[in-house]
């Protein structure tokens, strides 16, 4: 019988065989390694795989790049780094690496798509499942965790876009604990303009700060959708806050100009969330509890669409600089540069 995991793979979030391992993955820093790191993950097909621990038994290879700033003696705080939908970006994600490796914070950008054959899923998301970035992220996690120069009670993920989600979805404790033993999770969780018309719930959630940050004019992933997930994270006494810049669009901090993409696949139209404690896709719109594969498969390829505005957008990004500085300062107690 086909289970939630393997039809919302089929429907929206899940994906395709993944391409052979790479060779020679690392299970401890605990030489104080940085630089390109291969490191064992897995690829689950849905929350229920990840949550259950049912994903396929070959598991994955992904690859990391770790830089550890230029800091005092002592252990510093890191942050893990999720890509969006079209992969790491040229001046997104290592131009935030810098940027927080110059307030003392080292980084670790994975690379979920490249060692599994991939460059993007933009144009239709069923082609890697979100649940195998948020792997990555938490299987970084654990790695990190073996550093000697890390500071494993201060480690946080920060994400764009899909990388959002990651972000998010991993304060759900039934996910965290798919890929980590014990009560090693993220301190801090920094989503940039995330999807959440499909919003992941769970009973128990971290208690770890949350900071969204939004484009007011996102026509892909829209913001009054976030502040709704946002709403529900706070009754459940998550600290969280959301900004949102107004007249920003998607990607808002990387470095080319807004323009419209009309292949672009966004959930912006469904009205779901998926509980992942008894793996039901509930209709917001109808209230509708679907368990049927094919039921559950029919509406989300009923609810996508196609097309959105994508750009940088200077004014954003430099409020996105501060919001985030700020954040993360008070998070790890970190002094003023």
């Not at 060692?115 to 195998?132: F, H, I, K, N, V």
């Not at 303009?193 to 900071?211: D, F, G, M, W």
Request: with cysteine; net charge neutral; aromatic share 6%.
């Amino acid at each position: 019988m086909r289970t939630l995991a393997s039809s919302v793979t089929a429907a929206f979030l899940l994906l395709g065989t993944p391409s052979p391992l790479l060779a020679e993955p690392v299970a401890s820093l605990a030489d104080g390694r940085a630089g390109r790191i291969e490191f064992r993950s897995e690829t689950p097909n849905g929350p229920t795989e990840l949550a259950r621990r049912t994903y396929p038994v070959a598991g994955s290879v992904v690859v990391g790049t770790l830089v550890l700033p230029q800091t005092a003696d002592g252990r510093i705080p890191a942050m893990v780094i999720a890509h969006g939908s079209g992969g790491i970006l040229p001046g997104r994600e290592d131009a935030w690496a810098a940027r927080l490796n110059a307030l003392g914070i080292a980084t670790f950008v994975v690379d979920s798509f490249t060692p599994r054959g991939l460059q993007s899923t933009s144009r239709d998301q069923s082609r890697l499942s979100t649940m195998a970035n948020l792997a990555d992220a938490l299987a970084a996690l654990r790695l990190l965790a073996t550093h000697p120069r890390i500071d494993p009670a201060r480690i946080g993920v920060m994400g764009f876009s899909r990388g959002g989600q990651v972000a998010l979805y991993s304060a759900l404790e039934p996910l965290r604990r798919g890929m980590v033993d014990g009560d090693l999770r993220f301190a801090a969780h920094v989503a940039l303009y995330p999807s959440c018309s499909i919003p992941y719930r769970a009973e128990q959630v971290s208690r770890a700060p949350i900071l969204m940050l939004l484009g007011g004019a996102d026509d892909y992933t829209p913001a009054a959708a976030c502040r709704d997930y946002a709403a529900w994270f706070a009754a459940k006494g998550v600290p969280i806050q959301v900004i949102a810049y107004e007249g920003a669009y998607h990607d808002f901090d990387i470095p080319d100009p807004p323009r419209v993409l009309p292949a672009l696949q966004s959930a912006r139209g469904c009205k779901a969330e998926v509980d992942v404690d008894d793996g039901v896709v509930r209709r917001l719109d109808t209230g509708e509890a679907l368990r049927d594969p094919t039921a559950i498969s029919a509406y989300f390829r009923t609810c996508m669409q196609r097309g959105a505005t994508m750009g940088g957008d200077a004014p954003a990004l430099a409020r996105a600089e501060q919001d985030v500085a700020t954040f993360l300062r008070n998070t790890f107690k970190l002094s003023v540069r």
